[in-house]
């Protein structure tokens, strides 16, 4: 059972593709706020709350799912995150991320899973079941989140370096 196309469907697919559109900012590298890095999970966890929060019939094994993917998202993501190289400026909260490409195909596969479930209230049949749609999203916000946090915690304990040049400021 599907719920006929609504507000939060549409809600759904815009917070994916800003959660795509931050996690591409800093795929390509650069320096950023050291607070931007948190952007994509929380719009990531958002994401997948909402799905979650729209499987019809909710039983103990789709919310263990739910749960399993996050974890699982989330030890992946935490690793990839600690073993990401960055640079950071203490005095003015600057990280500089590295090039990839993990978080564009993390966040673009949160776009499609908020795509898949918004046909499936468009056709008012499951395209996929809504649970596993669900765990793909709490899949891909346990990877972003917890990626975040370990770029987050290597920023905070690597030594500073200076990214913000205040002759070339004025």
Request: aromatic fraction near 8%; charge should be neutral; charged fraction near 15%.
């Amino acid at each position: 059972m599907t719920a006929p196309v609504s507000l939060s469907n549409f809600l759904t697919v815009a917070a994916a593709i800003v959660c795509l559109w931050t996690i591409g900012s800093q795929s390509s590298g650069g320096v950023v706020k050291l607070w931007r890095l948190a952007v994509p999970p929380c719009l990531a966890a958002v994401v997948a709350l909402v799905l979650l929060a729209g499987i019809f019939n909710a039983t103990v094994a789709h919310d263990v799912e739910w749960a399993v993917a996050a974890v699982l998202g989330g030890v992946i993501g935490r690793t990839r995150g600690w073993l990401m190289t960055v640079a950071s400026d203490q005095r003015w909260g600057l990280v500089r991320v590295p090039r990839t490409v993990d978080g564009l195909i993390v966040g673009f596969g949160l776009v499609v899973l908020a795509m898949i479930d918004f046909a499936s209230a468009l056709l008012e049949d499951a395209v996929v079941d809504a649970q596993h749609v669900a765990a793909g999203a709490a899949f891909c916000a346990g990877y972003l989140g917890l990626r975040a946090l370990g770029m987050t915690m290597r920023a905070v304990r690597t030594p500073h370096v200076e990214l913000y040049d205040t002759e070339s400021a004025r």
